[in-house]
């Protein structure tokens, strides 16, 4: 009985549903306001729990309505198994479901300033702790929804995108303390909070300015070819080629790199002799190189995606794609997890990873040399690997995704503002070239400079400038101090309270009579 109590409180649906609520600011319903106060309901729901064990569990119901709205797209790919996957990860969110109910009570000052700087830093330490990929990945991080606004993204390029998620967390909750604080003085806290919050994008923008500044080194013409939903490897190649042959390659909008899709070459061009052949004489017609995708068996029976850059030598450098796809590409614990396979379309075998980021050089056609970085598919939710490309000399960051099972679905556009983020974390001009939709492309601080929907087939043509290599933004330089940040937070927090605790429980028991 106590098992069905449990799903049969009202509040805690309430609170699965206030936790899809801030998902709207995601595209493609692209409320991106919403994330400014769309937990102050949730917030609500924790704060007018009867007790922390409740509270927890809300918090809890809380994640995993925000985890089921933005990944409900995995329901073809997972069936069942995406509710197993929320449900572990929805726990998550206990402790700030915990957190918010004895901080917000209330609140007098002092508990209003503490909520202020723990609640954002536990959901930063959430996000931190999801973006490890063994557990799943970090999709759907609470700033990225800001990936419209340059302003805002600039606080990405000072702490990343922890540093977005920590402001708007710390927005919303002022915006709570606002309305329930017992005393003006609380209140006061609240308001002074939310225009802290909001004075933040700006302030950073500001700091910043300084580094954009700095001229270009040159230009960069990219031709990102998506052929749309093709029937076989063959058929994709022969359309690939006719849009690449079919690119001007003169006057100022010519090409400097060509760039195909994930999964844009279904042959191993390493012993398929006519295959790689084909490439080398298309690129030697263009004039160009071309950076394209494998994805094949081996002789071995080993499968990787590979990033392949051809030009008149062959295979001229390559990438081996790292951070797999959890369930997609591979399934974690699969002794534990494999009969997710006879239930959904989880991935049959385990592909092979490669060894990490790695930077590519490319000869341009008036005889520039290129160093870019080059990323596959679900690499681009991750900021240190695009980091790390910048570190190593990247001048621009390039995205290789198919995308072809999600079609129809906010995963598309979701996908594609993603490098909006990685740009304004890395100081570097950001493309996504996708197989079936959506490519895109922003300039250094995140501005959109084109986007080719999924409903489109044929090449995106941007130029971009190219900053210095030696660029740093300050999160390249200084890294996940954002997270680090929010975890002392957190553990700071934790010994308050139970030091706390424990000394009401002291003068508890000293006070009882003997």
């Known amino acids: 009985m106590a098992f069905w109590r449990a799903f049969a409180q009202p509040a805690r649906y309430a609170a699965l549903l206030a936790g899809a609520l801030p998902v709207l600011a995601f595209p493609a319903p692209n409320l991106e306001w919403l994330a400014w106060c769309g937990l102050v309901p949730g917030l609500f729901l924790l704060r007018a729990a009867p007790n922390g064990r409740e509270a927890a569990i809300r918090g809890w119901w809380f994640g995993a309505g925000y985890l089921l709205a933005a990944l409900y797209w995995l329901i073809p790919n997972l069936g069942p198994g995406l509710l197993l996957v929320v449900i572990v990860l929805g726990l998550l969110w206990a402790g700030f479901g915990y957190a918010a109910w004895r901080l917000l009570r209330g609140p007098n000052p002092r508990q209003a300033a503490a909520a202020l700087v723990v609640l954002p830093g536990i959901w930063v330490v959430i996000d931190w702790i999801r973006s490890w990929q063994g557990i799943g990945g970090p999709w759907a991080v609470f700033g990225a929804s800001q990936w419209q606004h340059p302003v805002v993204l600039a606080l990405a390029a000072v702490g990343g995108i922890w540093l977005i998620t920590f402001v708007l967390v710390a927005a919303n909750t002022a915006i709570m303390i606002a309305l329930t604080a017992a005393s003006w003085p609380g209140r006061a806290v609240g308001v002074a909070g939310a225009v802290i ?251 959109l400079l084109g986007w080719l929907g999924s409903s489109k087939r044929g090449v995106l043509t941007v130029t971009v400038a190219l900053p210095p290599a030696s660029a740093r933004t300050p999160f390249v330089r200084f890294g996940d101090y954002v997270p680090w940040f929010s975890i002392g937070v957190v553990v700071m927090a934790i010994a308050f309270a139970t030091g706390g605790d424990a000394g009401r429980r002291r003068r508890h028991t000293e006070e009882e009579p003997g």
């Not at 230009?219 to 690449?244: C, F, K, N, W």
């Not at 951070?323 to 006879?342: A, C, D, N, Q, S």
């Open 197 to 447: 919050a909001v004075a933040a994008g700006p302030t950073a923008f500001s700091l910043t300015a300084a580094e954009y500044a700095v001229p270009p080194t040159g230009y960069l013409t990219l031709a990102l070819v998506q052929p749309g939903i093709q029937d076989g490897a063959h058929a994709r190649l022969a359309e690939e080629s006719r849009l690449t042959m079919a690119i001007p390659r003169t006057g100022k909008h010519g090409p400097d790199l060509i760039i195909w899709g994930e999964s844009s070459v279904g042959y191993d061009l390493y012993t398929d002799q006519a295959v790689l052949s084909q490439l080398v004489r298309l690129s030697d017609q263009v004039g160009r190189q071309l950076l394209v995708s494998q994805d094949a068996l081996s002789p071995s029976g080993a499968k990787s995606k590979v990033a392949v850059l051809i030009g008149p030598a062959g295979i001229e450098g390559s990438y081996i794609k790292t951070r797999l796809v959890p369930f997609g590409e591979y399934i974690p614990f699969r002794p534990v997890l494999g009969w997710l396979t006879k239930i959904s379309k989880a991935a049959s075998e385990n592909m092979i990873a490669g060894h990490g980021a790695h930077v590519l050089q490319a000869v341009l056609p008036d005889g520039r040399r290129l160093t870019f970085g080059v990323l596959i598919c679900f690499e681009s939710s991750f900021p240190d690997m695009s980091a790390v490309d910048t570190s190593h000399g990247a001048q621009v960051i390039i995205y290789q995704t198919s995308d072809s099972t999600f079609q129809g679905s906010w995963a598309l556009e979701q996908h594609a503002s993603l490098s909006a983020v990685r740009a304004a974390e890395t100081g570097r001009p950001t493309v996504q070239a996708a197989l079936t939709g959506d490519s895109a492309a922003f300039d250094s601080r995140g501005r």
